[in-house]
């Protein structure tokens, strides 16, 4: 990887009925990671369609892997996660308009 940032995308799988549940957890744990070093940015997304399997994507800059790997490794973030199954992986941008 370049030194450029790494965007983290994350899709949440959340039941029907749980958004609030769900929301709470994920401000509790962006406030959590927005102090942390190499914290860029987030933007959270919702669906526009009420059944998608993914209703929520989470997308998340950062200054590089290693800052987001310290950041996620540390037992406050681990004891606070949200207890929604996810599918992640940190990406680097090749094309770009």
Known sequence: ?????????????????????????????REFLRAQPGYLSTRLHRSLAPNADFRYVNVAVW???DAFRAATS??????????YKFHASLYEVVRED
């Open 1 to 29: 990887m370049s030194g450029e940032p790494v965007v983290l995308i994350n899709a949440f799988e959340v039941p029907a009925g749980e958004d609030e549940a769900f929301l709470d957890g994920w401000q509790k744990a």
């Open 63 to 65: 200054e590089s892997a």
């Open 74 to 83: 540390q037992p406050e973030f681990r004891d606070n996660s949200i207890p």
